[in-house]
């Protein structure tokens, strides 16, 4: 089974507002990877996060890396309807394998 | 384009036939994974190849599955005696492969089995 939780599985959000996905592992994790997937595609890289603490920005998208390095999040401010889609985290727990979560599915009202 | 890119997109096969899927990984990339997704679900690892060499295998993966990677270039996943719980959509990814350091993966557009 996965070893990544990642919470919540749904969000609907209104166009214009915010929200966050998390992502937890029950142990550390070498780095963590977060990509999107859009209906009837495929997962697409989006961020990788590496360093205890870290925290980097895409345009309206905020990641961060959680101190003890077993925690994630994705923040994303005034959410547009082009940010339909599943968004994944992946843990990395050795040199090469990666934990998938179970996504958070995203749909904008407009 | 140069990103991964596997073959078919779908397959429909009846219960019972052996199916075999084709995965060309970006060029300079050493790495070669395999994971399957199914609905609502995130992928999950099926196995990885560095260079030719088949270096793990999930439990996920029963006897009636096999990959390989004869030239350390493109894949192939073969199932064989296909299960309606078999259906599922095959991920392909690669990577670089360079011990030690981040090593992002790159997916493919994927294989749809249907097993009827």
């Known amino acids: 089974g996965q070893q990544v939780m990642q919470i919540p599985q749904y969000q609907h959000v209104q166009e214009g507002e915010d929200f966050t996905t998390y992502c937890n592992s029950s142990t550390t994790l070498s780095n963590i990877q977060w990509y999107k997937q859009r209906p009837g595609g495929h997962p697409v890289f989006l961020i990788q996060l590496v360093k205890s603490g870290e925290v980097k920005k895409q345009k309206r998208l905020t990641f961060q890396f959680g101190e003890a390095k077993k925690n994630s999040s994705l923040h994303i401010t005034a959410t547009q309807t082009t940010d339909v889609g599943t968004y994944f985290c992946?843990?990395?727990?050795?040199?090469?394998?990666?934990?998938f979560g179970a996504g958070t599915t995203v749909t904008v009202r407009a | 384009d140069t990103g991964v890119s596997q073959d078919p997109r779908h397959k429909i096969t009846k219960r019972g036939q052996n199916v075999t899927f084709r995965c060309d990984p970006i060029?300079?990339?050493?790495?070669l994974y395999w994971y399957r997704q199914t609905l609502g679900q995130g992928p999950e690892f099926l196995t990885y190849f560095q260079n030719e060499a088949q270096l793990e295998k999930s439990r996920l993966l029963s006897d009636r599955f096999s990959a390989e990677r004869p030239k350390g270039s493109f894949s192939t996943l073969e199932i064989q005696r296909t299960e309606q719980g078999d259906s599922a959509m095959y991920l392909c990814a690669s990577s670089l492969g360079f011990s030690g350091s981040p090593d992002t993966q790159y997916f493919g557009p994927g294989t749809r089995l249907t097993v009827l």
């Open positions: 992946a843990g990395r727990h050795n040199d090469y394998k990666l934990s």
């Open positions: 060029s300079e990339h050493n790495r």
